[in-house]
């Protein structure tokens, strides 16, 4: 085996962290003797013990850690924040190899851990997969880098570019899709930080924007009423998770705001207007559209925007195509 595969491996095992670590990084940690892997780790839900201690914390006989290798997807922390740090506990057990995938760019860690390692004798490789790690790792360096959350646009469309009818006969959405891609909808709100609709999807639709189809954490629910003009009747502001009102117009006072209350990704799920108010101010990672098999005639389109095609699939009839913004 290489170093590729182990941290390959640790990947796969972050991903068992996924919507629970937030706004913590979902790392993942896999620790190797003689060719063996002889524990595993990832990050636990937000204030518990990152992936390095879970990891070492299944090492039954501790003295085998003085003959390992550990493998990490992101540079073990070196400062005290809900815990210790992880370059410690990785030096208190004299761990003499540590290979890691991508250097922290946060700045209370920013290459501190590496080096705190190294000066205890730790024999130190970085950038092993680095391009993958630093995508596993999208959410946490959107935030810290560009003071603002990682940003997925999502919608669904007729086959004749609709994204909502001119008319409805009640105050509920008007599926376009299958239930099938409805449920992935609901396990991506699992995975992400908050969810955010414009002031019309909440008078329209009046949704209720949890993961009902799924297990899992309801997403906060981010609702702009720049002129206050919704009242609590809605279900968007019941009790089955919080709701935050924002007034700001912009995107980019929206994503100021988001930034400000730790909130490293969103999902928009809104109506055309929301989705290309971040569109046109070039504000947006990654967009999901779901086209369906329906036609309105008529109605709202759907947003215009430039995007990498990276991923096109199936749900039964529904095709969903997976968009990256190579121009953010």
């Known amino acids: ?78 400062h005290y924040g809900k815990t210790p740090p992880c370059s410690d506990l990785i030096i208190h057990h004299k761990i003499p190899n540590v290979v890691i995938g991508c250097v ?18 730790c024999k130190v490789r970085v950038g092993i997969c680095e391009e993958d790690c630093k995508a596993h790792h999208k959410r946490f360096f959107t935030f810290h880098n560009k003071k603002r959350p990682y940003i997925i646009l999502k919608w669904a469309e007729t086959e004749d570019g609709f994204i909502a009818p001119n008319q409805r006969d009640k105050q509920a959405p008007v599926w376009i899709t299958n239930t099938f891609s409805r449920q992935l909808v609901h396990k991506w709100r699992t995975e992400e930080q908050a969810i955010l609709i414009g002031t019309n999807t909440v008078f ?83 967009a999901r559209v779901f086209k369906g098999k329906t036609t309105f005639k008529s109605g709202a389109k759907a947003p215009k925007f430039n995007g990498q095609r990276i991923e096109t699939s199936h749900i039964l009839e529904d095709t969903l195509s997976i968009y990256k913004n190579e121009n953010n």
């Open 1 to 78: 085996m290489n170093d590729q595969f182990y941290i390959q491996r640790a990947l796969q095992v972050a991903k068992n962290g996924l919507g629970t670590t937030r706004p913590n990084p979902m790392v993942g940690c896999v620790i190797v003797v003689d060719d063996k892997i002889i524990a595993e780790g990832f990050t636990s839900a937000y204030g518990g013990n990152h992936a390095e201690v879970n990891a070492i914390n299944k090492v039954t006989d501790k003295s085998l850690l003085q003959k390992a290798t550990l493998y990490v997807t992101l540079e073990p922390c070196s």
């Open 104 to 121: 922290d760019d946060n700045p209370e860690v920013a290459g501190k851990g590496i080096k705190k390692l190294i000066e205890a004798g």
């Open 204 to 286: 329209q639709d009046n949704p209720t924007l949890t993961v009902r189809d799924w297990t899992g954490k309801n997403p906060t629910r981010i609702v702009l009423d720049k002129n206050e003009s919704l009242d609590k009747t809605f279900s968007v502001f019941n009790a089955e998770a919080e709701t935050l009102i924002f007034k700001d117009a912009t995107a980019k006072a929206i994503c100021d705001q988001l930034f400000k209350a730790e909130i490293n990704s969103v999902i928009i799920e809104g109506g055309a207007k929301t989705l290309q108010l971040f569109i046109d101010e070039n504000l947006w990672d990654e």
